[in-house]
């Protein structure tokens, strides 16, 4: 292979993928280079812009570690998270819709009861948390772990203070008998993306903001069923039209409701005002495949 100009260039990269075994491996890298010799000849990339770009990666890789993930923030200001959440988690109507997993679910998270309170001293207005998990038959799912994370009401996760030594913010619980599940935690806020890095120059260049609005993580597991991981999002706020990630879907937008102080729906008696969401999960059958 000589005397490759910028057209014959595209075969003599794909020739070079025949001699892999593994099929799937060759489909993908010859579409990516398929796709990205047709942009590079598309836009007439300069040699300036090529270096530019592979100093962009160069900047992500460096910023990237155990606790932030630009690589994951890249996929989602261009989309494609949100692309490859919806193509591979097409359900049946009436199973709630699944959306972006986002940088901040820890796997060790704190276990807790129903009715604990998650929030384990995060700041923000108290709120109360609950509703059902049930099959596409409306069967209750009892023993269902849920994972549940969200922000301060300063927009922060715990993971992004260093100072902090326990969880705040997030943990685990199981469905009971009924499929109802129940926590107290804080209301959640929109806050923005981190966008003190490379992904967030990107942003500011391109004349787009880093806000997400306002919304509650969700991984729901149990055994014959598809794992969900979702959000919900509050209905009241800002930036529901112009999540930098995109991951709002109308299904998952819900009403948080403020109470007057009085008795909350576990029974404690609040001297302060206090919210409450109410929100049912419809999982899918596991497939079968
Ligand atoms: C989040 O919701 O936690 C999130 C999702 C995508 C990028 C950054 C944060
Ligand atoms: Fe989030």
Redesign the pocket.
């Known amino acids: 292979m000589i005397d490759i100009d910028e057209w014959t260039i595209t075969s003599a990269v794909r020739k070079a993928h025949g001699a892999t075994s593994n099929a799937r491996l060759k489909t993908v890298m010859d579409s990516l280079v398929r796709h990205l010799h047709d942009f590079a000849r598309e836009v007439q990339l300069t040699e300036a812009e090529w270096s530019h770009g592979i100093d962009f990666l160069t900047r992500a890789g460096s910023i990237t570690d155990d606790k932030r993930q630009e690589f994951i923030?890249l996929s989602?200001v261009l989309g494609l998270s949100t692309l490859v959440t919806a193509q591979c988690n097409r359900r049946p109507a009436g199973c709630t819709e699944a959306t972006?997993f986002?940088?901040?679910y820890v796997p060790d998270a704190p276990a807790y009861r129903n009715g604990d309170d998650i929030a384990n001293g995060a700041s923000g207005e108290p709120c109360f948390v609950g509703g059902t998990v049930r099959g596409i038959d409306g069967e209750p799912i009892a023993d269902a772990r849920i994972d549940v994370w969200q922000s301060d009401d300063e927009g922060w996760y715990d993971v992004q203070r260093p100072e902090l030594e326990h969880a705040q913010g997030r943990g685990h619980l199981s469905s009971l008998g009924d499929g109802s599940y129940r926590f107290r935690s804080v209301v959640a806020v929109p806050y923005p993306?981190p966008h003190d890095g490379p992904v967030g120059q990107l942003l500011e260049e391109l004349g787009r903001h880093p806000w997400?609005p306002a919304?509650l993580?969700f991984m729901i597991r149990a055994p014959g069923y598809e794992t969900l991981i979702t959000h919900v999002f509050r209905a009241e706020g800002r930036y529901l039209d112009s999540d930098a990630?995109f991951?709002v879907r109308s299904s998952l937008i819900a009403e948080w409701k403020r109470n007057e102080p009085g008795v909350a729906p576990d029974g404690t008696c609040m001297d302060v005002p206090f919210y409450t969401l109410e929100y049912d999960f419809v999982l899918n059958d596991s497939r079968n495949d």
């Open positions: 923030l989602d972006v986002g940088p901040f993306i997400r919304h993580h990630v991951g």
